[in-house]
């Protein structure tokens, strides 16, 4: 009984300590965009909702000042609302001024916004290339790391198409024992093994191409 006692002391020792952080540290822009549901109705960067104007340009065209008052006061600059596009229907949807925010709070989300897009122009949302997506979807990455993304099991692939050519790494993918016959030594949990790739024998042409032509980008 006293062991249990322990335990969920331990436990609500843990919540406390994880909930009194959040409250007493000072949170960043990002979190108070979403604390105060900013996000439920605003795209910034490349998340969230759609119901009120995407921000993700808007350093560009308002003041800090326009901004911290958008936020207490929509109604001084929108005095009708804004026309939403809403499950397929046209409303007039208004901002709801949000009073009851701290003032520092309103400063450093105002801030937050006005920094879009000019400080974090790598933010914006941009298209992974093909390869890349099907080194995840493959599972490659379940092996191998690029950039730091991946497990060891296999070779590190960041820098593969500085030394290896494409046909090299093509063959490598649908037959790994022309190149490795016995494998290669892996630390897994403190052991080491000899590790061979398996062969994706099944991997369609194009797919199988376009994997490749993105490791040979690597350089
Ligand atoms: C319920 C949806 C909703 C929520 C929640 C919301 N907004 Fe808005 N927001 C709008 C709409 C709609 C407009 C268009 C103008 C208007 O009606 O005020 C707008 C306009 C804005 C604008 C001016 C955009 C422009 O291009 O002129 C800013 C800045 C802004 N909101 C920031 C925020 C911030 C910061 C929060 C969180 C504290 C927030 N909004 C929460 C719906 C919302
Ligand atoms: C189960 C683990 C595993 C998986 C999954 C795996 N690999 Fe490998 N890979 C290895 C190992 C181990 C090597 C070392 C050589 C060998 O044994 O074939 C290797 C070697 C390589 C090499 C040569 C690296 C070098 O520096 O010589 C390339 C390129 C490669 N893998 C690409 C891929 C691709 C692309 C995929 C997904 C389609 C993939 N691997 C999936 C384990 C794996």
Same mark, same amino acid.
Request: aromatic share 12%; glycine share 8%.
């Given at each position: 009984?006293?062991?249990?006692?322990?335990?969920?002391?331990?436990?609500?020792?843990?919540?406390?300590?994880?909930? &009194?952080?959040?409250?007493?540290?000072?949170?960043?822009? *990002?979190?108070?965009?979403? $604390?105060?549901?900013?996000?439920?109705?605003?795209?910034?960067?490349?998340?969230?909702?759609?119901?009120?104007?995407?921000?993700?340009? !808007?350093? $560009?065209?308002?003041?800090?000042?326009?901004?911290?008052?958008?936020?207490?006061? *929509?109604?001084?600059?929108?005095?009708?609302?804004?026309?939403?596009?809403?499950?397929?229907?046209?409303?007039?949807?208004?901002? #709801?001024?949000?009073?009851? !925010?701290?003032?520092?709070?309103?400063?450093?989300?105002?801030?937050?916004?006005?920094?879009?897009?000019?400080?974090? #122009?790598?933010?914006?949302?941009?298209? #992974? #290339?093909?390869?890349?997506?099907?080194?995840? $979807?493959?599972?490659?990455?379940?092996?191998?790391?690029?950039?730091?993304?991946?497990?060891?099991?296999?070779?590190?692939?960041?820098?593969?198409?500085?030394?290896?050519?494409? &046909?090299?790494?093509?063959?490598?993918?649908?037959?790994?024992?022309?190149?490795?016959?016995?494998?290669?030594?892996?630390?897994?949990?403190?052991?080491?093994?000899?590790?061979?790739?398996?062969?994706?024998?099944?991997?369609?042409?194009?797919?199988?191409?376009?994997?490749?032509?993105?490791?040979?980008?690597?350089?």
């Amino acid at each position: 009984m006293k062991k249990y006692f322990f335990i969920a002391t331990f436990c609500f020792a843990i919540i406390f300590l994880f909930s &009194s952080n959040s409250a007493f540290a000072a949170a960043s822009g *990002p979190k108070l965009f979403k $604390k105060y549901y900013c996000i439920d109705c605003h795209t910034i960067g490349h998340e969230g909702g759609t119901v009120g104007p995407d921000l993700s340009n !808007i350093g $560009k065209t308002k003041s800090l000042a326009w901004i911290k008052a958008q936020i207490f006061h *929509p109604g001084s600059h929108f005095i009708r609302g804004a026309k939403a596009k809403i499950n397929g229907k046209v409303y007039l949807v208004r901002m #709801p001024g949000v009073k009851t !925010i701290p003032d520092s709070a309103v400063n450093k989300l105002a801030e937050y916004i006005k920094t879009f897009p000019s400080v974090r #122009p790598n933010l914006s949302y941009k298209r #992974p #290339p093909e390869g890349m997506r099907l080194f995840e $979807k493959d599972n490659c990455i379940a092996c191998h790391r690029i950039e730091g993304i991946g497990e060891k099991v296999g070779p590190d692939l960041s820098h593969i198409g500085k030394t290896k050519s494409l &046909s090299w790494i093509e063959s490598q993918i649908v037959d790994p024992k022309v190149h490795f016959t016995y494998g290669v030594p892996a630390t897994i949990n403190g052991h080491t093994y000899l590790v061979i790739m398996p062969g994706f024998k099944h991997i369609s042409a194009s797919q199988l191409n376009t994997i490749a032509r993105y490791l040979k980008s690597l350089k």
